[in-house]
């Protein structure tokens, strides 16, 4: 059966850590890393599979640091 | 740093659904952390990228937080003195009138200082946008208060809430220029959410698709968080806005193809 | 070609305007200078030509359309009078800042405050040491006819783009509203689109893909870079300074005394001159056309072979200050002014010569 997945690539240098992809996303796929970028902000990390692509955390990222990926895939 | 959850299987051109639109520059935003002006630099480049005008778009920017917005709009602009942007974008559109013109101004540069720039230049029915971020506060210099301010909201020179009595009303400036003959198209809408998001970019659009009109101004306002200005985290300030900004500036269109829009 | 006509000087200014091939007048209305939109539309260049003409609602307004319009490299200009200026010194500062090109008419009226509709020169220190914040300069031209009103039209344009800088035409409300005859050149097209874009590969007009974006501006908030450009400021200045001063002399080779006096001043002073050559009294003219740039070498030479120089100005003595810095203490340097709108008389500039300087 073929199912929707997504990925996410951060910009993590970019990434000021204000978690508003936080609060977008439907499936809390996203959250702050523990580790900080140069600036000293946490940044966005993908924690989890749950992710489809939507690209709700791209819209509403202020720095635009999201880049979303998606694709039909079959599950295994 | 490794990715737990990475999948470089769909990290590839024919999988990518959104990415920054490279008619933003490739360079750090001056912006807090989480503060709207981003999204909207972004929607707005999307709108001139979708519309294939971005070389034939010309911009004003003003004093305030966006000062620098030129700097990562990677079209031709130019930074107004405070509040003056939309007697520049007068000339630049009657001087070119086959090119887009926006300006991209701030609620103290728009609605403070440029009052009169602003009221004439709707008034007169200039056919550019008028891109108007609300946040309700002065947020470059250091987060004083601004005509939009709400009554009781504490600033830097409202250190103990926006006394009306004292420091007069919130402006809506909005609902103002929505009476004038001048304005064609007025709307309010903000960033906080992906549907907000998408609300915006389709107001911009439609924004830009009416210059091509010739009718009168189109005037988008984003009603904005200052999350350094009014002290809260990102995701708190965004909160906050949708519980007390939005009451007093209410989201949706306020002037449609000439007419006022009727709320029931 | 060209042609004579009979017109005031405001006219003239618009006029000569139209001619030259300008795309943007913007404007508001303001005692002694309000015939040059006035005419602008009687005439309706928008119509012919495709000059806009645009009545804004303020001078703030006024000068920000200018940088508007110049930011994109088109040739636009403004006029107003005295209180209009004061507030229009916001805009001719960043005009400056970002280097824009523009052209400024002021048909100067007494001040201070709302001060009087007549005729003044007391904005000198205004247009030429930089009105406005910051260090800048304007070219700054000041006609003594109205001939030299529409001259100086094409001239600015001219300057104001060779040097990407804002450039005033420096003149009062007598020569604004007087009439005489006046030789206008034949009309020149507007620069088209095209040509603008070559013309100004700085402006704001547009981004084609085969080039960066261009940035309009006169903020740098990097100390580092915001002293540079004022270098590169003063460097232009500099360059201006050695290249288009302009000036006029008459009966100087043989003259013991010098009137020096700019715009209206200087016709008053040529009468002076006759009725003192008349009593034997050796006296010649000296005429700064650009006041900035200030003939200070030329004005330096003169005053080794002279005995003194009366300074004549419709002000409270302005202008004595760069005659002073030019040619130093060797020999008595005093001002003859009039305020107020009032015009001196040949009579009262002559009495002064004898008195302050002949008698001194």
């Known amino acids: 059966m073929a199912k929707i997945k997504g990925d996410i690539v951060v910009n993590i240098e970019r990434c000021k850590g204000c978690e508003v992809c936080i609060a977008a996303c439907p499936f809390t796929c996203i959250a702050m890393s523990e580790e900080v970028n140069s600036k000293g902000y946490h940044f966005a990390i993908k924690v989890n599979d749950e992710c489809t692509g939507c690209s709700n955390c791209a819209l509403v990222c202020p720095d635009g640091v999201i880049t979303v990926y998606r694709a039909k895939v079959t599950a295994e | ?264 | 070609m060209g042609e004579l006509r009979l017109m005031k000087g405001n006219e003239a200014v618009a006029e000569a305007a139209i001619r030259a091939g300008c795309d943007g007048y913007f404007g508001y209305p303001i005692t002694p200078q309000s015939e040059v939109m006035e005419y602008l539309m009687v005439e309706r260049p928008y119509e012919t030509s495709g000059m806009v003409v645009l009545q804004a609602e303020s001078e703030v307004a006024a000068i920000n359309m200018l940088y508007g319009g110049a930011g994109t490299g088109k040739m636009v200009m403004t006029s107003s009078s005295s209180p209009g200026v004061s507030l229009m010194q916001e805009g001719i500062s960043y005009l400056a800042g970002a280097e824009l090109p523009a052209l400024i008419v002021n048909i100067v009226r007494g001040g201070p405050g709302l001060g009087t509709i007549q005729p003044s020169q007391a904005d000198y220190f205004q247009a030429v040491k930089g009105g406005g914040h910051g260090d800048y300069h304007m070219i700054v031209y000041a006609p003594a006819s109205v001939q030299e009103m529409a001259d100086f039209v094409q001239i600015g344009f001219d300057v104001a783009f060779k040097y990407r800088t804002p450039v005033m035409i420096l003149s009062d409300g007598a020569i604004g509203q007087m009439m005489e005859k006046v030789y206008l050149a034949d009309p020149v097209a507007r620069l088209t689109d095209e040509e603008v874009v070559a013309r100004c590969p700085w402006a704001s007009n547009g981004r084609p893909m085969s080039r960066g974006h261009n940035i309009i501006t006169s903020l740098d908030l990097d100390p580092a870079g915001q002293e540079r450009l004022n270098l590169v400021l003063q460097e232009k200045y500099r360059e201006i300074e050695e290249t288009e001063v302009r000036f006029e002399m008459i009966d100087c080779e043989d003259a013991e005394y010098i009137f020096v006096a700019f715009g209206l001043s200087a016709r008053i002073c040529q009468k002076a001159m006759q009725l003192a050559r008349n009593k034997g009294i050796k006296v010649g003219l000296f005429r700064p056309i650009t006041v900035f740039p200030f003939p200070k070498n030329e004005i330096r030479e003169l005053g080794l072979k002279v005995k003194g120089m009366l300074v004549v100005e419709m002000n409270a003595g302005q202008m004595i200050e760069d005659v002073q810095l030019s040619v130093g203490c060797n020999i008595p340097i005093k001002h003859y002014g009039r305020f107020g709108g009032i015009i001196p008389t040949p009579d009262e500039v002559l009495k002064a010569l004898e008195e302050k300087i002949i008698g001194g």
């Not at chain 2, 009657?94 to 200082?113: K, N, S």
């Not at chain 2, 008034?123 to 506060?137: L, M, S």
């Not at chain 2, 698709?209 to 009718?215: E, I, N, R, V």
């Open chain 2, 1 to 264: 740093m490794e990715e737990k959850f990475a999948h470089p299987e769909l990290r590839k051109p024919e999988h990518l659904v959104y990415k920054t639109t490279d008619l933003m520059v490739d360079c750090p935003l001056s912006y807090c952390p989480g503060c709207g002006h981003g999204v909207v630099h972004r929607m707005l480049m999307e709108v001139l990228e979708e519309k294939e005008i971005a070389s034939k778009t010309i911009g004003v920017n003003p004093v305030g937080c966006s000062v620098l917005a030129y700097d990562f709009m990677n079209i031709d602009m130019l930074g107004a003195a405070h509040g003056r942007a939309p007697a520049v974008a007068t000339a630049i559109k009657r001087l070119w009138p086959d090119h887009y013109v926006f300006t991209y101004q701030g609620d103290g540069d728009l609605a403070a200082i440029g009052t009169a720039e602003t009221i004439h230049a709707c008034n007169r029915g200039e056919n550019f946008t008028i891109i108007f971020i609300n946040n309700g506060i002065y947020g470059m210099t250091g987060g004083q208060m601004a005509p939009t301010t709400l009554p009781g909201m504490r600033t830097s020179t409202s250190p103990y809430g926006r006394d009306i009595e004292i420091m007069g009303h919130p402006l809506k400036i909005t609902e103002l220029i929505a009476q004038l003959p001048g304005t064609y198209y007025v709307t309010r809408q903000s960033v906080q959410t992906p549907s907000a998001v998408r609300k915006t970019k389709k107001a911009l659009r439609k924004a830009f698709d009416l210059q091509d009109q010739k009718k009168g101004i189109s005037f988008v306002e984003v009603v904005s968080n200052c999350n350094s200005g009014w002290k809260m985290t990102p995701v708190q300030s965004n909160i906050w806005m949708e519980e007390n900004m939005f009451p007093v500036y209410p989201l949706g269109d306020i002037k449609v193809d000439g007419e006022l829009v009727t709320r029931s």
